[in-house]
């Protein structure tokens, strides 16, 4: 394989977890009789750019199918942090009733409802059906298509040139990253601006965070591999942040190389200098990880196997895509984990892929008063627990498994 990217060799191994199915590939019932398709979930480090990459094995279409059940308003911080950033780029930017703003990967409408309050055009450019439906449903214009540059031209010569586009947690879900990166030194204003949401490579190994590796992903991302990409692609980088979303998250800042006249923050050069002090620009930083990955699924299995001994009832809270990589990582099945609870009504009665984990709503939980609950979004733990805070009534805990094992008091 050759980066996607450069196009050099692929020789570093990063993460080999078997294989899978596609992460968020739930089963029906009907399914359950049906073969399931597992594809090799292997991870390489580019050498050259160091672009972390999966294996290509299966096509953006059967992975972001119609089906695709993914709905970023599930969550009540996730809006939260749309909510926030809609508000910040309003005051930086100064976006008015003339501005127009693009969110690439718009999903439910969940962040453009904001800018859509604010009374600020935008239109979202989302390729999977059902969410694009529910961002219709909320009055967004949608165009339901997979972006790229050809999208792009397509847009542009439409009139639909945007002042801001956001790319919230996408970067990292194309193939063809270069095709993507260019679509928007196409689709901005000379002066626009475009903000890009990944989460941190360099937090994914430190936090030893195998369980963000899925098919999906075909990227996991450093500034220093953003950087260069951008370059080559046509966009200037001009400003980073740190997130605390998804276990730690960059914000990436970028104009058009061409016409873009914002100076760069000192914060692009700090982190640069911080992620090569790391060694990200060095095999070492990669050794081990596939080592502590391992080390994961056996305290896992080894807390679940205790537990089942002990007579204790577990549960788990999540029907998400970190938690399929860990529990078919991890070869875990209904005997050890009983039903996963998740709030999303499209993923409620089905199946999780791989492990064939019954999926159901909170009343299960109510009724079952398991001993534990294991908390599979981690990052969205501090959520969760407040929800389910009444498991505590009868004795019950919640327990995590990235970056450890742990009881969560």
Known sequence: MSCRHCGQPLRLPFLDLGSAPPSNAYLTAEALRAPETWFPLRLLVCE?????????????????????????????????????????????????????????????????????????????????????????????????????????????????????????NVLAHVPDINDFVTGFALLLNPQGVATFEFPHLMQMVREAQFDTAYHEHYSYLSLTAVHRIFAANGLSVFDVERLPTHGGSLRVYAQRTDTGERVPTPAVEALLAEEKSAGMTGPAFYADFQTRAEGIKNALLGFLLEARRRGQSVGAYGAAAKGNTLLNFSGVRPDLLSYVVDRNPSKQGKFMPGSRIPIVDEAVLRAAHPDWVLILPWNLKDEVMGQLAYLRKWGGRFVTAVPRVHVEE
């Open 48 to 168: 050259s750019c160091w672009l972390v990459q999966t294996e290509d094995h299966a096509g953006r279409e059967a992975l972001f199918s119609e089906e695709y059940a993914y709905f970023s308003s599930i969550s009540t911080s996730w809006l939260d942090h749309a909510r926030c950033y809609v508000a910040q780029m309003q005051a930086r930017f100064g976006l008015t009733t003339g501005s127009h703003v693009v969110e690439v990967a718009a999903n439910d409408g969940y962040l453009l409802q904001y800018v859509r309050e604010a009374g600020i055009p935008c239109l979202g450019v989302e390729p999977t059906a059902s969410t694009a439906a529910a961002a219709r449903a909320r009055g967004i214009p949608i165009i339901e298509r997979f972006f790229g540059a050809d999208l792009a031209r397509d847009m542009a010569a439409a009139g639909q040139d945007a002042d801001l586009i956001a790319a919230n």
